[in-house]
């Protein structure tokens, strides 16, 4: 029986493009303290059920019409391939699971404790540290595993933004891309509120307010989501031998209702076009997986916009999805832990 195993975490996705799918998975996604942290439980449910879901339900089941496949969710099935990709590189289960939707997190816990598993190592699929993606995640596992499987010895990878296994696998992935002409490469991340960089801080005296705080040495940075992406954008460029006035960064997928982190990916994708940059490249390393927001907000939708402000050429590159790059670190990792262990 085997005392080990490995499990992936990602996001997750509806079980279907039907909207009464979409809106239970939109109303477990956005119930969560850490996606929307404000205000409180009652007014928080009420924000979420009464007013955001009601309304973005059906747009957001028509955005998922637009890339589900036929064997599903577009996450989900990748995010299965890598599992299967993984699993005979390693000598420990690889299991699977979801933030939000299914494969469930407590299932997940449950049949590895049902095998006999004692020694878990959680790997996010998020390479960058946010309270609203990789604490959340985690969390998650630690809350649920307390109540299946409390004897469970819980280790995690932390946030591999800077990992140069990581970055080369980055490059070599979007080096096909690379070579081909094109006039800039606009990295997009996903955005989150400003505050919530601010809520990470636990020093209080570092984010927002030293100058330009995010390239400033500093311990708040093992939580600072901007200077993670910064850090993995910068050491992208120095791999890839980047020219610093053809790459730029920005920041997509925000909420109305306060700031989030800027530039906005749909305001450079106009300001880039203006300035007559014609041939674009897009890449989206804060996701590992192509998903909706990859796939619909950025290949289909971002495409318009850009062709729409005098574009020509629109090319978003892949996330690392099953790519055997990304197998290898992922392995790479998983029998660094397993030595140790």
Not at 30 to 52: A, K, M, S, T, Y
């Amino acid at each position: 029986m085997p005392r080990r195993a490995v499990l992936l975490l990602n996001l997750g996705s509806p079980d279907s493009t039907s909207v009464p799918d979409v809106k239970r998975y939109l109303r477990e996604f956005l119930g969560d303290e850490r996606v929307i942290d404000r205000p409180g439980q009652p007014f928080r449910w009420l924000l979420v059920n009464g007013l955001i879901v009601p309304f973005r339900a059906a747009k957001s089941a028509h955005a998922y019409s637009r890339v589900w496949t036929p064997e599903g969710s577009p996450l989900i099935v990748t995010s299965r391939r890598t599992r299967d990709a993984l699993q005979p590189r390693c000598d420990v289960p690889v299991g699977l699971a979801m933030n939000y939707g299914n494969p469930s997190i407590p299932d997940a816990l449950r049949e590895l404790a049902t095998a006999g598993v004692e020694e878990l190592l959680l790997f996010p699929q998020y390479p960058h540290y946010a309270m609203s993606s990789w604490e959340t995640v985690v969390a998650k596992v630690h809350r649920e595993a307390a109540q299946v499987a409390p004897a469970l010895k819980i280790e995690c990878v932390l946030p591999y933004y800077g990992d140069e296994d990581y970055v080369a696998a980055l490059v070599a992935s979007a080096r096909p891309f690379l070579d081909q002409p094109h006039d800039h490469l606009l990295f997009s991340n996903h955005g989150i509120p400003v505050r919530h960089l601010t809520k990470a801080d636990s020093s209080r005296a570092h984010c927002q307010v030293v100058p330009d705080c995010c390239r400033t040495c500093s311990p708040a940075h093992a939580t600072c989501y901007r200077a993670q992406v910064l850090r993995t954008s910068e050491l992208f460029a120095r791999q890839a031998g980047l020219d610093p006035a053809k790459w730029s960064v920005s920041f997509q997928s925000r909420l109305a209702g306060e700031p989030w982190l800027e530039p906005y990916t749909d305001h450079e994708f106009k300001r880039l076009a203006a300035e007559g940059r014609r041939r674009l490249l897009v890449i989206t390393p804060a996701f590992v997986t192509d998903c909706l927001e990859t796939l619909e907000e950025i290949r289909m939708a971002g495409a318009d916009t850009f062709r729409e402000a005098g574009g020509e050429s629109f090319t978003h590159i892949p996330c690392l999805n099953d790519q055997p790059v990304w197998i290898d670190f992922l392995a790479g990792r998983v029998r660094r832990w397993a030595a140790r262990a």
